[in-house]
């Protein structure tokens, strides 16, 4: 035996992690409704700017899209009445990926309404 260890780490190097790893996001739609389309569109925003991210959906009641950072809720469709903004979202994983306080997201974009 030489002593040689094994292949380095493929793991990032002292104080540097994976953008958005240690993140959960959970996203609770109302699917009759027809959000799971607009939840879709946002996971994969999502996971193109923090690939590894974990993000999972949950069925919810009557107008609802709901979405909690790591347990704690971030955005109401239910309070604001419309959909969140991608880049409040991104800018909220970045702070919790950052180990920044979490803040809830206001700004809201109208549901489509076809009339």
Not at 11 to 22: I, L, Q
Not at 91 to 110: C, D, F, V, W, Y
């Given at each position: 035996m030489s002593g040689e260890t094994?292949?380095?780490?493929?793991?990032?190097?002292?104080?540097?992690?994976?953008?958005?790893?240690?993140?959960?996001?959970?996203?609770e739609y109302c699917e009759p409704c027809g959000f799971e389309a607009t939840y879709l569109e946002l996971a994969s925003a999502v996971k193109e700017q923090y690939p590894g991210i974990e993000i999972e959906s949950r069925l919810g009641g009557t107008g609802a899209f709901e979405i909690e950072i790591n347990g704690q809720l971030v955005f109401s469709k239910l309070e604001n009445g419309g959909f969140p903004y991608e880049k409040d979202l991104i800018?909220?994983?970045?702070?919790?990926?950052?180990?920044?306080?979490?803040?809830?997201?206001?700004?809201?974009?109208?549901p489509c309404a076809i009339l």
């Open positions: 094994g292949p380095a780490s493929a793991a990032p190097p002292p104080g540097e992690v994976e953008p958005g790893s240690g993140v959960r996001i959970v996203v800018e909220a994983i970045r702070r919790a990926s950052n180990g920044e306080p979490l803040e809830k997201i206001t700004n809201s974009r109208p």
